[in-house]
């Protein structure tokens, strides 16, 4: 039975995101063969040039919630690059991929998010990429020690993995009273980092709705599944 559900136009531009996003992986040809949508219409696709219509829409977007194209490509990716995960952050479709589904896991808490949070550099380009998805603002550490305190705050904490005194700046702007984020990084091992953080930002009522990071360790994952925030998100688990 054909399926011929009012598709938004904003669902087929995120539809058109995520094919071009997929073509990053798959060739046109092996696109074709897991959606069963003909090569020649994928190429207008994902080169903005043609719009599906509902009923390819709905095709698409069955054919890649049955398969879990997205996770699987994600988490393969995330597996392969363990070792070198710079290999990710250059990776323009992994990151615009990875934004979609955080996205799409948000849309399900139905609540604003006021800014994106990168808990480290290497997290910018996912706090960017999510930030335009989300049609918001990024925050992130900064690096410049000189920096006056009515500008940033600066918190301590010790690196387990670095056996080490740490420290971050963090801008003022990131933590005003009242306001939602959703924090993201491409690691989240150090568990002493991420509660200083978290600390930090519950203390001036800032509101944490969730965490996405690619890897996670398992103490960390412990800690953050004891916060019980709305979203929780990540691709692999190490050591």
């Given at each position: 039975m054909l399926n011929n559900k009012a598709i938004k136009r904003s669902e087929k531009i995120r539809i058109l995101k995520i094919l071009k996003a997929l073509n990053s992986f798959y060739s046109l040809r092996e696109l074709e063969e897991m959606l069963s949508?003909?090569?020649q219409s994928l190429w207008r696709y994902v080169n903005f040039i043609g719009v599906p219509s509902d009923e390819i829409a709905n095709e698409i977007i069955e054919k890649i919630s049955k398969l879990r194209i997205i996770e699987s490509t994600l988490v393969k990716m995330a597996k392969s690059s363990n070792s070198n995960y710079y290999n990710l952050i250059k990776n323009t479709g992994f990151i615009e991929l990875f934004a979609l589904a955080v996205d799409e896991k948000l849309k399900k808490i139905d609540t604003d998010v006021d800014y994106v949070f990168a808990l480290s550099e290497e997290g910018i380009p996912i706090a960017t990429s999510l930030?335009?998805?989300?049609?918001?603002?990024?925050?992130?550490?900064?690096?410049?020690?000189?920096?006056?305190?009515?500008v940033a705050k600066i918190i301590w904490y010790y690196s387990h993995s670095e056996k080490e005194y740490k420290y971050m700046l963090i801008p003022r702007e990131c933590i005003h009273r009242d306001k939602k984020v959703y924090v993201v990084d491409i690691f989240m091992e150090d568990i002493e980092r991420v509660k200083s953080v978290t600390t930090l930002m519950r203390m001036n009522g800032v509101e944490i709705l969730g965490f996405s990071t690619i890897y996670i360790s398992k103490d960390c994952l412990k800690i953050l599944e004891e916060y019980n925030t709305g979203v929780l998100y990540y691709l692999h688990v190490i050591q």
């Open positions: 949508i003909p090569f930030a335009l998805e989300l049609g918001t603002e990024i925050c992130f550490p900064l690096v410049n020690r000189n920096i006056q305190e009515d």
